[in-house]
DNA sequence: TTGCATTTTTAATATTATATACAATAGTTC
DNA sequence: GAACTATTGTATATAATATTAAAAATGCAA
């Protein structure tokens, strides 16, 4: 494991990938990278060049443990340090992010909710509470916060990032179909259902175009 | 325009991007390809490049004209043509999913939801019917539909996936954590917030590390 | 223990994507 | 209208990525 190596974007992209199927399989038995590949439609060298820069190697002839390379994978992927993030924004989408539970399973726990409307102030999603948007500032510094989470309408997305960027935010996950500015220094994840769609819709025009 | 010409799948990706940079701009007015590479970070010749497969051409010293390079982005994306599409799996997620309007922005109609707890069928979220398992392979084929949206839990991705292409669906969109297996032909296109955290946190972590 | 099949690992090649350099074009100014 | 500048568009060079090919390692069976 040569984990000092940077990894490519592309290969890191794949990792939860391989970490999804690995979920699939007996983890007390071995997979080979062949497998793996087959299974998610990759070359199964680059399969392997994948996994080398995150595990501790195969054994010839027999594989990965897939117990191992999963633990490999998630401490890699720092699924096992869970980090508190806020989420801004309590519309439909904030408030199901906020009750979805799987996230403590990639590292991620949503412990706080902020909004702008006084009406969802106070009320509590899944045992998370949602609070006033001027107390994000204080509660992002009292409780070392460094991941925002805006899924707020596209309009808001701006001023609520420049919010959380002054509050000591590091890193934002933006579901809001909207470009944001931000200082260096500051990550900024677009979570584009647009992308995706994008894909879907275009590939889905050429099988059908043929 | 030279839309006979394939595009790479990073194109593809950035396509989205450049429309939502083209949002917050004067409809009217116009904008270069320096413009826009720099608000997105972006090298100006790639966005040239990508913007050569999709728009009729921007014009020197001037610049390409925003609201007829959204109008090209759009038309290129499919996002015109809208198509109707079903959610399978109505809990959080696909109830929020359902609710959500924007879709219909990127060319995409939720028309029914689908889910096999009996207390939820017959229910409407932003009035689209929740309907029993039973009638999924039906009300596609009554209704011509060919995108699915799975967002049940990941034990259930495989099962429901198999019922869609049963029902004719050529592309699944699919929010569930899960790999799943589909014949040659139906497109799957994996909503991997996993994969977007993956790229959060390392980031993050290097970062911090630095 | 010897040969064989399977699998990882490393190296070499081919492909693709990105960035640089330059030519062409259309406005602008004097 | 001639020179200048900002901008597009293309052709070339570089870098990144993916694939192919070959080598080394391991377990298994005869």
Redesign the interface.
């Known amino acids: 494991m040569n984990s000092n190596q940077p990894?490519s974007?592309n290969t890191?992209?794949r990792?939860?990938?391989y970490?999804?199927?690995l979920?699939?399989l007996d983890p007390c038995g071995n997979v080979s990278s062949t497998e793996i590949a087959k299974?998610?439609g990759l070359n199964d060298v680059q399969v392997r060049k994948d996994l080398s820069s995150v595990s501790s190697g195969g054994r010839p002839k027999v594989g990965y443990n897939v117990s191992s390379l999963m633990s490999d994978l998630k401490e890699f992927?720092?699924?096992n340090a869970i980090?508190g993030a806020i989420i801004v924004g309590a519309g439909?989408?904030g408030?199901?992010l906020m009750?979805?539970r799987?996230?403590t399973?990639?590292?991620?726990s949503i412990i706080a909710g902020f909004d702008s409307n006084p009406a969802l102030v106070g009320c509590r999603i899944d045992g998370k509470e949602i609070h006033s948007l001027d107390e994000l500032g204080d509660y992002c510094r009292e409780n070392g916060v460094?991941?925002g989470v805006i899924t707020t309408p596209?309009a808001y997305a701006q001023e609520v990032s420049d919010l959380l960027v002054s509050a000591g935010i590091?890193?934002i996950?933006n579901f809001a179909?909207?470009?944001i500015?931000v200082p260096d220094?500051v990550?900024v994840?677009?979570?584009?259902?647009?992308?995706?769609?994008?894909?879907?819709?275009?590939?889905?025009?050429e099988?059908?175009g043929e």
């Open positions: 990894v974007r890191l992209q990792l939860p990938r970490l999804n199927y979920k699939s299974a998610l992927l720092g699924y980090k439909n989408l408030r199901a009750s979805y799987g996230f399973e990639y590292g991620l460094e991941i596209a590091k890193a996950w179909p909207a470009h500015y220094g990550l994840q677009n979570e584009n259902m647009a992308c995706s769609l994008a894909l879907l819709s275009k590939h889905l025009n099988m059908l």
